[in-house]
């Protein structure tokens, strides 16, 4: 992997970044699917609202990437279309697409895909984890460990560079790629001035490997012990994490990323600054808490519709 | 129907471009397996469902199915890579590749044809067409499928590639006539690409 290939100078500017992590199995007392998905399509439209503060969602570029909302979203296509239509009723756009196929690397992708195709200025991303279904087997993997379920939005600026890559996005490699992985990211974190880079959060053993690899001092807590492995959102609850606590002064650029399961990566520079937002809270997967969270949302970023969701609670 | 040697193609591509669209959509359905008679490694898998919740819901979703084709989905990839490689190979203008893909098979890695940097893998390949032409892109590909595998899966083995821009068409062509997994395909039609989101051509999916 060529890393030298990156946009020099420039990476994604991340103006607002946060994370809703649902702790318990989300609206089960919904009885239909079919609704509690509606319900997820509201609930990622709060917090796509919640990184879009006062800008023009219309502005830009909204795309959903997940790992793990169940392949039953796709048992039926009155699935997709209420998931869309939740997202619609509660911020006012569609997604542009949704990509699943890439697992927890998709919003590298995402973000690689539209600044080279689309010429995308303006970008959210928003990443959606949760258990539609309520499994048991869902809840841990052999190899990865505890599941954390949530959802993250992620407000970014891109530079202008179709000619070069601004994300690192690799693979398949054999065994989940975690040795070229952990190559990747060393070489990147050495060839930049990189303040800190976030890794996916992993089993206790992988993650020794990782900081031992890549130099502990560069790399973010390993929170699986507290969150489990939250897919596509680690870096980005390590990011928040961080600037809560380091509470920077001036800009810095930070390297994110993600592992699929299946051998792909995403390496990613991204440019923070003091007045990068961020958010982090924990909910129940109870209706009544989604709810509550979605309205104190809309009352910190202005109307929405939320009729929709009003009908729903009835 | 349609025959997929060039010259019928050129002859019906020709009417929908000037009187419908610029760009043309190819629709097909597999109705007999290109793998047939050739062992391949299982992978399918069961949930460990345990309780009654989980039987309930997971039998909430079970559907009859009538498609006379199953395929793996190593199977699937093998089908749309052969489908890109030969749209690579005929379509001098071809820029991007909008690929549907619902969800990962956590079971089986994608190969690195599917992961290329000009291709993206979506549920939804139609719904970004707007947004790139907006961006002055030509030579989409869009290839969307629902192609059913082994696991649950609602796919009813249909299959349609198109292009969206009147530059693209004759290499579009070219490609469908060359590619083998297209010519696999039977009720083969040729129509105008039709820009909704989700599914094309909606009323085709009863």
Not at chain 1, 168 to 182: H, V
Not at chain 2, 40 to 52: D, E, M
Not at chain 2, 145 to 162: C, E, P, T, Y
Request: net charge negative.
């Amino acid at each position: 992997m060529n890393v030298s290939s990156l946009c020099v100078g420039e990476a994604p500017s991340l103006h607002a970044v946060t994370h809703w992590r649902v702790e318990s199995a989300f609206a089960a007392e919904c009885e239909s699917l079919v609704e509690r998905i509606g319900l997820l399509g509201h609930f990622i439209a709060a917090c796509v609202q919640s990184v879009a503060g006062e800008e023009d969602i219309h502005e830009y570029d909204v795309i959903l990437c997940s790992t793990y909302l169940s392949q039953y979203l796709f048992v039926d296509e009155k699935n997709y279309e209420a998931l869309c239509a939740g997202i619609f009723d509660g911020c006012g756009i569609r997604p542009l697409t949704f990509l699943h196929a890439y697992e927890c690397a998709g919003w590298g992708y995402a973000l690689q895909f539209l600044a080279s195709q689309a010429a995308s200025k303006r970008a959210i991303i928003a990443i959606a984890d949760i258990d539609l279904v309520n499994f048991e087997c869902f809840r841990t993997h052999p190899l990865i460990g505890r599941s954390g379920f949530g959802i993250s939005a992620l407000r970014f600026e891109l530079p202008d560079c179709q000619s070069q890559d601004i994300a690192i996005t690799d693979g398949p490699y054999p065994e989940s790629g975690f040795r070229e992985f952990l190559h990747v990211v060393r070489d990147h974190v050495k060839q930049g001035d990189d303040t800190m880079c976030f890794l996916p959060y992993l089993r206790e053993d992988l993650s020794a490997i990782a900081r031992r690899l890549v130099g502990a001092q560069s790399v973010g807590e390993d929170r699986a012990a507290q969150y489990g492995h939250c897919f596509g959102s680690d870096a980005w609850i390590g990011l928040i994490e961080w600037l809560e606590a380091s509470n920077i002064r001036e800009a810095k650029t930070v390297t994110a990323t993600s592992l699929a399961y299946n051998g792909y990566m995403t390496v990613c520079p991204v440019s923070v600054t003091p007045e990068t937002a961020f958010e982090f809270q924990i909910v129940s997967g109870k209706i009544e808490d989604l709810h509550q969270l979605i309205a104190s949302n809309q009352s910190r970023h202005g109307a929405m519709d939320t009729s929709a969701l009003e009908r729903m609670s009835a | 129907m349609i025959s997929l040697d060039l010259a019928s193609l050129e002859k019906a591509a020709a009417q929908i471009v000037q009187t419908k669209s610029a760009g043309v959509c190819l629709w097909g359905s597999l109705e007999e397996s290109p793998f047939a008679g050739t062992p391949y490694k299982g992978i399918l898998t069961t949930l460990p469902l345990r309780s009654v919740h989980e039987f309930a819901v997971a039998s909430d979703v079970e559907k009859a199915s009538t498609v006379p084709v199953r395929i793996s989905a190593a199977q699937r990839y093998a089908l749309l890579t052969e489908i890109l490689a030969a749209a690579r190979a005929n379509m001098p203008n071809l820029s991007v590749m909008l690929v549907r893909l619902c969800g990962p098979d956590f079971q089986v890695q994608l190969p690195a044809e599917l992961l290329a940097k000009d291709v993206l893998l979506t549920y939804d390949p139609y719904a970004m067409v707007p947004r790139l032409s907006r961006a002055g892109r030509k030579g989409i590909l869009t290839v969307w499928q629902d192609l059913r595998v082994d696991r649950v899966d609602i796919g009813m083995n249909r299959v349609s590639v198109a292009v969206h821009d009147a530059d693209s068409v004759p290499g579009f062509l070219k490609f469908v006539s060359a590619s083998r997994t297209i010519l696999s395909l039977s009720n083969v039609e040729l129509v105008a690409p039709d820009h909704g989101v989700g599914a094309p051509a909606k009323e085709r999916r009863q």
